[in-house]
């Protein structure tokens, strides 16, 4: 398992819930956080946009991240690890380059 496990902090099992969902986001059946699939923008890379938040709070505020309207820009493969951007948004805890928990996208067709 790679990189911080923020969904675990907020999750354990002595403490209450320590997080919210909203704009449509849900959990699946293996606590997997689902944002709704909002666009897609075809190119050299592909951009998708998500809509809905996830706000986690824990250690009494000190933890506070708010994932909000996601995007996600593919193109050649490459592991998931936190950039530059991302660095702040983790409090400065974890360098650029720190690999993350896998990212996992899942397509459900319409019927």
């Known amino acids: 398992m790679g990189g911080p496990a923020v969904a675990r902090q907020v999750r354990h099992p002595d403490r ?4 919210t969902i ?3 986001v849900t959990e699946d059946e293996d606590g ?8 897609v923008q075809k190119g050299d890379d592909w951009r998708l ?3 809905g938040s996830v706000h986690f709070i824990a250690h009494h505020g000190l933890l506070d991240i708010l994932i909000m309207d ?3 820009v593919i193109g ?5 690890q936190l950039v530059t951007a ?8 974890y360098p650029e380059g720190t690999d993350m928990a896998p990212l996992r996208i899942c ?3 319409d019927s």
């Open 16 to 19: 209450p819930r320590e997080y």
């Open 22 to 24: 909203e704009g449509g």
């Open 32 to 39: 997997q956080f689902v944002f709704a699939l909002r666009a």
């Open 49 to 51: 946009s998500f809509a």
């Open 70 to 72: 996601p995007e996600l």
């Open 76 to 80: 050649p493969e490459v592991p998931t």
């Open 86 to 93: 991302g660095v702040e948004l983790f409090g400065n805890v």
């Open 107 to 109: 397509v459900t067709p």
